[in-house]
């Protein structure tokens, strides 16, 4: 029954001097944060780090769609890893990468809480439908290295940020604003509003109306409409219920969206 148990304990202790090892080295890992934007914007893109402990260089590259982002500039290098060489390399920021490199040489280690960053990357939106896409990580133009106070190159886990672009709406939208303005007295309203479209260019648009809970109430067919104010009449009895109505203009450059609030 000894031998038993004393075989048992030698097994565990052997199945626990494996997992230590596994438990006890975290991996660094280096990413870029993620953003939901729209087109024509400006946002800014931070690279952090976790288990970043005892390093004392560190080089990549950072890799997005040309054709969807632009970069502005590169910068805000976290204080302490700031030195008398460029740290940046922008040979290829017009292919869409941008190369990166730190080494202290000092040799004084550099160890960062969780979620610092490194650096942010600036860039400009130029996609103008909606799409999703992502900020990665790779070796040109600057190859991926990183090593710690010991000089052990270290292996690295890189993580993707995601960029959603949030399409043309926004886009349809900043023009609707541009051409026609949607007024109604009062507003709030009991019974039926007066509304007046005044169109700053003159413009070929369809309306709808959609009511509290979503349904579509009332269409009405794209007809042209000329430069100027335009009275818009509608049925009293579209305004059965209390709520907030979406009375919407379309048109084949912009949309336009208004609220009514029924009392």
């Known amino acids: ?24 080295e975290a991996q660094l890992t280096i990413y870029a944060t993620s953003h939901t934007v729209q087109p024509d914007e400006d946002f800014t893109v931070e690279i952090r780090v976790k288990e970043f402990s005892e390093i004392i260089g560190c080089q990549f590259s950072v890799e997005w769609n040309e054709s969807l982002l632009r970069l502005k500039q590169a910068g805000n290098l976290n204080t302490d890893m700031e030195t008398a060489f460029e740290h940046f390399n922008l040979s290829a920021v017009d292919t869409g990468q941008l190369g990166f490199a730190w080494f202290d040489l000092s040799l004084a280690d550099l160890t960062f809480e969780d979620d ?5 990357m600036e860039f400009e939106v130029l996609a103008n ?27 690295v886990n890189f993580e993707a940020g995601v960029i959603e672009v949030d399409g043309i709406s926004s886009i349809l939208e900043r023009r ?29 648009a369809a309306i709808s109306l959609y009511a509290p809970d979503g349904s579509l109430l009332y269409t009405q067919p794209a007809a042209y409409f000329p430069e100027g104010n335009q009275r818009l009449d509608l049925p009293g ?21 208004h609220k009514l609030i029924a009392q």
């Open 176 to 204: 609707g604003e541009e051409t026609l303005r949607i007024q109604s007295f009062p507003n709030p309203f009991v019974g039926v509003p007066q509304l007046n479209l005044q169109f700053h260019r003159s413009a070929t």
């Open 116 to 120: 610092t960053p490194l650096f942010t």
């Open 1 to 24: 029954m000894k031998q038993t148990n004393h075989a048992a304990g030698v097994l565990l202790a052997m199945v626990l001097l494996l997992l230590i090892p596994t438990l006890s």
């Open 129 to 155: 439908q909606s799409v999703t896409d992502s900020i990665t990580f790779g070796g040109v133009p600057v190859e991926v290295e990183v090593a710690d106070k010991d000089e052990n190159v270290l292996d």
């Open 237 to 257: 009895s579209l305004f059965s219920v209390a709520g907030t109505y979406l009375l919407k203009v379309y048109s084949t450059d912009y949309i336009i969206t």
